[in-house]
């Protein structure tokens, strides 16, 4: 997300490096390769101008303190100013209502269904709101089958009526149906064409005004970079929706399309997709994206996601066996499956300073730990809970049952007991620096 931006942003400022103040003319020169770095990473071209000519002139207007170096102040303002880009702050979704009505908008291949189906589980998740999905793509092969699909997953009623062809009555009888069984949101995944069309907005505006949902959201590919954005402005001008989802935003490099759409459209992005599987959605921050952006991390994002996924009652429990020495590797597995659930794990390194940096051109697997699950899962119950009794032998059977070597065994139990150790020591010493 956003490295080659990041990387260019990064070259850019080290023209300031060793400079001892800021003049317009060291000034002017680093924000030349700004705009170039911004233009390569396909952000709109007037955006990107009247970003640097705002950096210029608030970089120009500071009085510069003695023990700050060009260069910071100067990644300090870009910062803000990124940040301000992206609309300053995060703007929630609109929930309010009896049902709450949300009306998904954008072209075909964009990720709608997915995207829905992501909603409602994160509506039901975090919210504890019960969702209804309903299907009104009845163009599309086999639309109503993947809605299906995505609601079986996530265990979220899907509404359809395979026989009808309406999909303004659909979306109006779904809404009905809502209101009489007690769901309280209801989202409309609409039918997209490859390109915009009169027929398409028309029917999309019939389902606006029939229902009158209290969100519009515009879904859109974050890859397709100034055609995401030309595409939202002919959506926005149609149906004025209130805010826009990023999807696939974890496979785009360059990031222009997050950077542009909030100043061509005037509306805030919502959501950002960060992968394929159904809770791979984040809530858009534009401070902490700048963040990213600038290479700091986004240890804020990384925090909430530990705190939504980690079950507070094992890690009572955990944290008692450590205090008595006890932490086995079946407490090992039951945290190993806590940290698979925040998500992909290269993606998790990356909201951490430095290290995201640090492993550009690491190739981690999702898999990573199927090999440290493997000789875990090969170890013997009374194994698992005592581990000093694996002597030599046992660690030979343990191999050859995980398809692992000797060396694999050992290692990992090396890092197990570092470890203990570890957890051990800042359970005793919570603020002592090491």
Request: hydrophobic share 40%.
């Amino acid at each position: 997300m956003f490295e080659g931006l990041s990387e260019r942003l990064e070259r850019s400022f080290k023209i300031l490096k060793g400079q001892g103040r800021i003049t317009e003319i060291n000034v002017a020169e680093t924000l030349k390769d700004v705009r170039k770095a911004l233009l390569e990473a396909d952000v709109n071209y007037k955006v990107a101008k009247v970003f640097t000519d705002q950096v210029k002139e608030k970089a120009l207007g500071m009085n510069v303190l003695n023990a700050v170096q060009p260069g910071q102040l100067l990644v300090k303002v870009v910062h803000d100013e990124l940040a301000a880009l992206m609309g300053g702050k995060n703007e929630e979704i609109n929930i309010k209502g009896s049902p709450a009505i949300i009306l998904m908008s954008g072209l075909q291949g964009s990720g709608k269904t997915t995207f829905s189906g992501k909603l409602a589980n994160w509506l039901k998740q975090r919210k504890g709101k019960r969702p209804l999905l309903v299907a009104c793509d009845v163009y599309r092969p086999a639309a109503i089958e993947q809605l299906k699909v995505v609601g079986e997953t996530i265990q979220v009623p899907v509404y359809t009526e395979e026989g009808n062809k309406n999909p303004v009555k659909i979306a109006e009888n779904a809404v009905s149906y809502a209101r009489k069984n007690g769901f309280d949101i209801v989202i409309v995944d609409t039918a997209g064409r490859l390109a915009v069309d009169e027929e398409m907005m028309q029917e999309i505006s019939a389902i606006k005004n029939s229902i009158s949902p209290q969100e519009i959201l515009f879904v859109v590919d974050s890859m397709t970079g100034q055609d995401a954005v030309n595409t939202a402005k002919e959506f926005n001008e149609r149906l004025d929706f209130n805010g826009v989802v990023l999807t696939k935003l974890d496979g785009d490099a360059r990031g222009g399309a997050a950077l542009s759409i909030r100043s061509v459209v005037n509306k805030p992005i919502k959501f950002i997709g960060t992968g394929e599987k159904m809770d791979a959605l984040d809530l858009f921050h534009p401070d902490r994206m700048a963040d990213r952006i600038l290479g700091m991390g986004d240890i804020v994002s990384f925090v909430e996601r530990a705190q939504n996924e980690f079950d507070e009652e094992v890690a009572r429990r955990i944290n008692k066996k450590i205090a008595k020495n006890q932490f086995d590797f079946n407490d090992f597995l039951s945290q190993l499956e806590q940290v698979k659930k925040m998500g992909n794990i290269k993606e998790l390194a990356s909201m951490i300073p430095g290290v995201g940096k640090a492993l550009k051109n690491v190739d981690i697997d999702d898999n990573a730990f199927k090999g440290v699950e493997a000789i875990i899962y090969s170890m013997t119950k009374e194994e698992r809970a005592n581990p000093q009794l694996l002597n030599g032998s046992r660690k030979n059977r343990i191999a050859a049952g995980s398809g692992t070597s000797i060396q694999e065994v050992n290692r990992l139990l090396k890092q197990f007991d570092e470890m203990k150790k570890m957890m051990r020591y800042v359970q005793k010493n919570p603020f002592k620096r090491r």
